[in-house]
Structure formats: C-alpha cells, structure tokens
C-alpha cells in the first residue's frame, strides 16, 4: 500500500496556472495507475485524470482535456498535474489516489491523499 501526500495548491486568478504534486512513500509505486479527482463544494467527487504506470497512457475528463496535464516521474514517486487556464468552476479539493487498475471508479482506488485545496477566482 502506498501513502499519498498532495501539494502545490492555491489561489490562482481565472486564466493562471497551478502545478499540483503527489509524494508517494513504498517501493511499488510504479506498479500503481494514478489518479486526480476533485470535490468542489456542495457537489460529489469527480474524475478528473488518470495515468498508467509507466507514464504512457492517460484518460481526461472533458471538462479538463486541453488545459490540464498528467505525468508521472517513477523515480521520484511522484505524479503531478499541471493546470492551465484555470476556471472559477476548477475550484475543488483536489485529491490523488492509487489503483491496482485502469479507471475512472474512485471506489477502485484504494489509497488516496489528504486533498489539496484550488481556488480560481474570476
């Protein structure tokens, strides 16, 4: 089992960027597909993006592809998500988490961070 520590959150302006990390701690991290989901207030968790483990496949939501980034560095233990031209309605908890498989389920994912907290103001 892997431990997921988010960072990297913020306030950003609509149309700013924001770069969001993810330590894992374990040596099996890159058995692990990554994911990023989101929470905003009042509303459930969405999917957001994932990522296989060697880095080369990746799955957007519609509401991100073209904007946001996921890659991986193995050797790091980390994934990360880069955002660009951030929106008002990106503004979530954003969370990492960990799956043994490819999807889009959050109930597969069997490790999750703490959240880290986006804010775009418009």
């Known amino acids: 089992q892997v431990q997921l520590v988010e960072s990297g959150g913020g306030l950003v302006q609509a149309g700013g960027s924001l770069r969001l990390s993810c330590a894992a701690s374990?040596?099996?991290?890159?058995?692990?597909?990554m994911g990023w989901f989101r929470q905003a207030p009042g509303k459930e968790r969405e999917f957001v993006v994932n990522i296989s483990p060697s880095g080369v496949n990746t799955a957007y939501a519609d509401s991100v592809k073209g904007r946001f980034t996921i890659s991986r560095d193995n050797t790091k233990n980390t994934v990360y998500l880069q955002m660009n031209s951030l929106k008002p309605e990106d503004t979530a908890v954003y969370y990492c988490?960990?799956?043994?498989?490819?999807?889009?389920?959050?109930?597969?994912?069997?490790?999750w961070g703490q959240g880290t907290q986006v804010t775009v103001s418009s």
């Open positions: 374990g040596r099996t991290f890159s058995n692990y597909y």
């Open positions: 988490a960990a799956s043994k498989v490819w999807s889009e389920v959050e109930t597969l994912y069997s490790a």
